[in-house]
């Protein structure tokens, strides 16, 4: 395709760096400096997509970031693979770049001709309401006809289905001024921020060229110079100051709290060779000191039968197209407007050599200068005219106007031959970021526009987004807002409009498809009909309707719908509501939000020193908190079921070896120490000897159980604290508070040791025998060293604190030693222990083991709702003590009642059945539904020890329900079980604490 | 994101922080003289203002210290930050005094 519409000279475009790209598999030409929508303009179509709902021909409506239209999917870099393409990219935006492979969305067989077009037939099936209308019943219609069918028949672009191959990038910054675009008010605001050198300044522009409206002046002088060279000195001498940062290509997407503002930077889309590794899009996260939004504002389509032809467009949008890009949009142009600055977009047409003509809606006598400027430039100017339709299907061929006489009398009709048209309603303040940073916006009726109000951070608005339209006035606030104070002379812009919400037609305006919001497919008739059904906040309009509710966030039709709703109803606009605007600005890639954080990055595994070993001789894992542990050891055939049973056996018959690294452990020490672990637990702690362990118990305030764990008291002011693998960081932090806010007068220090130690368990009858050959400097005899008591000492020539203790039932020790000699203390212990057929075991075989001795887990049984007599641990809860964290709590009157849930065991009557954990528990199974539960299943194992399976409960008065028999819920109804001691096997031989 | 004034390190970002609730209710020195009744109110029972609230927060991706908060339940924002133990500043009520982030 070569370029039929390209205009002979002029524009910002690079004409010694020819390009093309792919667009539908053809080959599209163009210049460094287009975007693919200028392309495809010089190229003379229009046709740039099918709409959301009606499958019509869509053209490109826009030149910036407000493109409801013009929706790509991008390939950007076909020749490295797969994974670099990405949906719904704004052709008016996307930056061309030799190699691009861009293509039309949400039609099929082809752009040209979509059979979802017969949506459009269907028109009267999609009215307002339609998704709320429709979705209701049958309930089998949902598998079957909406989500296959209407999912596909509307839509978007396809998600790509390949994980995206690119890098993304991640950056903190802070400033004392940021500025958000870099138009004539950005500009200003920057060049006045920075003029003191210690202050830090950024700027940042989502577009690739900055200069904003003024990219497309090549009319006005600014003190003397053309828009061009102001912008060229401007940016030349921002980029001179060290304290400037210039982000072109940035998107501030995000306005968040105490001006912590998102960006996100396209790094090298636009780069034609991009080194590898180089990030293609990087996310900033700014803290700016003071924020100035100079981010302009957007234009208002006219709302008339068809205004959605391709072909049709905002008329600053052609003067974009024309003086920008040096396209002619069309060889015969038609502006239509209710708004003076469309005259300026006629003027530079006319002076590009191209036939225009203009209809205005304002009357003679309503218009300003730019009326007699744009006759005396001889262009054919009808005012007082309304647009009574567009006339073509895939690219407008007319448009029928007609004289608005007195009284709303419409005259004659009067079609004027084009090919391309460019409207005007007026415009919008861009007040996305004002309204994000949760400040107040006013309605200005003269400007017909909401503006910023109050605010809620330090931040200020210049220029459009502030209601501020004249080009000298624009640059005068921009300095201002960037805290200077100057003059300027410049051209005088033509401002001012007259709103128009719906254009007056000679035609029955329920039969009239006006679009209101291009991208969700929305028309002024779908909006009458919404607020005649009774909605009249725009925000219940919006979601009854959707406008304003697609990936443009209703850039260019919020205040049209806004205006036809109060229009409706006769009230004034600001009484009707405005929409709330939130994250993100323009849509963002997730790759960008995601950035670093993805595959072994996302959730990063803690693993004990022993995994290695662990993976090495074929465990299986699972999560346990954030660590990965051992689960199971299978050997060669075996299953789960019985890699455990096996693992069970051996540590009741001869000797396990477990990794306990992940217990949570605490060092207390200070002269306070025990008074503080007095007040922490609800044991006592002052009797306690140097040497010796206690299982320890802690509640919250309010009663229940925090957590537990074996506590060793190394020193009179040195306690070793252990804790569940869970609850090791809470456990820490609970203690950290009361320590700091209640009790700042104990001399006490915490730390955390669960990094520096890791744990080797050593369970069972031969534990002993393991052990003995490498460990120095502690008596392992029963007498010196029995259950429950520790010692330093040294194993392997490493220093350990042994632990005598046992979660098993049987004789074990835990040895404790630095975390970097846990793997070869570990091998030698395993080496050694082979000649007594030591078996490796994991989390599962450690929690049956438990189970079989009755011990609970705090975060099984527990749901912390448990108070120690409900699991039978009021023995550890100290009479002696007045006061410990959570003892008043136990004598409250519902803590105290009868009919809580008490932990027992449950036997089922068929010994191989293994009730799930969880299951619901019930007396009778054939009460009414829904019938009163009694508690519910908290642990379930098969035991090879016991011969069958065994399970603990919360039960409803458990205790004293023993040897009742009570009903299971399992997954087909229900079965039997008795209620028993929670406690299934008894040790022989030695045993842990003989 | 909250920007926060730590008394000890200065100004970080919320994700540093931790929340512990509303500030100046102390531990009852003896629980078991206490009515049923009084010590449900200290569990359970807090003020929820619509503008100024003192509360608790920890420095627990920095320092590690506790200290208390002026906050503004409005606009979020961060009137003053002082020391655990210090009294209650005197920084007035309207959240209209808040408006302005410094
Ligand atoms: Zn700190």
New binding site residues.
Partial sequence: MSQPFRLPGGGRIDRSKPLSVTFNGKRLEGYRGDTIASMLLASGSHLAGRSFKYHRPRGILTHGSDEPNALLSVDWRPEKGAGRRDPNNRASVVEARDGLSVSTQNHWPSLETDIGVVNDLLAPVFVAGFYYKTFMWPRSFWDKVYEPVIRRAAGLGEAPEVPDADRYANRHAHCDVLVVGAGPAGLSAALAASEDGSKRVMLADEGFALGGSLLQDVTSKIDGQSAAEWVEAAVAKLDARENVVILPRTTVFGYYNHNHVAMVERVSDHLDEARDGLARERLWQVRAGQVVLATGSHERPLVFENNDRPGIMLAESMRAFVNRYAVAPGRSLVVATSSASAYRAALDAKAAGIATRIVDIRLEQDCGPELAQARSAGIEVLTGHTVIKALGGKRVKGLVVAPLGNGGAIGTRRTLDCDCVGMSGGWTPSVHLFSQSRGKLAFDAELDAFLPGQSAQAEISAGACHGVYDLKAVIEDGAKAGGGNITVEATASFTGFQPVRVLPTDVDPGKVRAFIDFQNDVTAKDIKLAVREGFTSIEHVKRYTTTGMATDQGKTSNMNALGLVAGVLDRPLPSVGTTTFRPPYTPVSFGALVGPARDELFDPVRKTPIDAWAEANGAAFEPVSLWRRAWYFPKAGEDMHAAVQRECKAVRTSVGIFDASTLGKIEVVGPDAAEFMNRIYTNAWSKLKVGGCRYGLMLREDGFVYDDGVVARLAEDRFHVTTTTGGAPRVMAHMEDYLQTEWPDLDVFLTSITEQYAVIALQGPNARKVLEPFVTDIDLSEEAFPHMAVREGYICGVPTRLFRVSFTGEAGFEVNVPADYAESVWKALYEHGKQFGITPYGTETMHVLRCEMGFIIVGQETDGTATPDDLGLSGLVSKVKTDFVGKRSLTRPDITAEGRKQLVGLLTKNGQEVLDEGAQIVADPSAQVPMPMLGHVTSSYFSSNCGRSIAMAMVKNGRARMGETLWVTTPSGFTEAVVAPAVFHQVQGAKADA | MLLIR?P??GE?PEVEFHCGGEAHIARPDTPAEMTDADWASFLYYRTNPKGLHAERWV?NH??G?WFNALRDTVTDAFVQTYEMGAPRPDAGNASSTATKAA
């Fill in positions: 730590c000890y390190c970080r420095h920095g320092c210290r």
